[in-house]
């Protein structure tokens, strides 16, 4: 039985093994490649993806559980948030080697579309679980309180 469900904007359907981690239908069949594959038991956040608008990891979620749903990855993320935060990011070279960008932005901007002003314990709550092996950390934190700044005007 196929699986439809949006991705980026665009229905898509898979017709394959159900339990086939969304990750991999990601990149291996929409061929999106900026969903990182890390750890593969969703510990480290590098294929972190907006699932119905909220952070998921990818790498552990069947892609039967998606029918449905919206699924956005860092390719097409968009909005206020996703502006400030990249914005943000640059402004602060946050990223190093670069991995695990794609993974913390999208929790990052899942974190400003909930959070619009977050403390440091929110950002610590909603970043927990994405690993920067550069250990870019305290940048990530000052990077999402500029974006959130940016947002207030």
Not at 23 to 28: A, E, K, P
Not at 114 to 135: E, K, Q, T, Y
Request: aromatic share 4%.
């Amino acid at each position: 039985m196929a699986v439809t469900f949006t991705l980026n904007g665009q229905k898509t359907s898979f017709d394959g093994d159900p339990d086939t981690p969304l990750l991999w239908v990601i990149r291996d069949e929409a061929r999106l490649t900026g969903t990182k594959y890390g750890c593969g038991v969703a510990q480290c956040g590098a294929c972190t993806v907006h699932l119905d608008g909220l952070p998921r990891r990818s790498c552990v979620t069947p892609i039967a559980t998606v029918d449905g749903s919206d699924v956005v990855t860092i390719e097409a993320v968009a909005g206020a948030e996703a502006d400030a935060i990249r914005a943000a990011w640059t402004a602060l070279d946050v990223p190093q080697c670069g991995y695990c960008q794609s993974g913390q932005i999208m929790s990052a901007v899942a974190l400003l579309q909930l959070v619009p002003r977050p403390s440091d314990a929110d950002i610590d709550h909603a970043m927990a679980g994405n690993i920067c092996r550069c250990a870019t950390y305290v940048r990530i934190r000052q990077a999402i309180h500029d974006a959130a700044a940016t947002l207030e005007g």
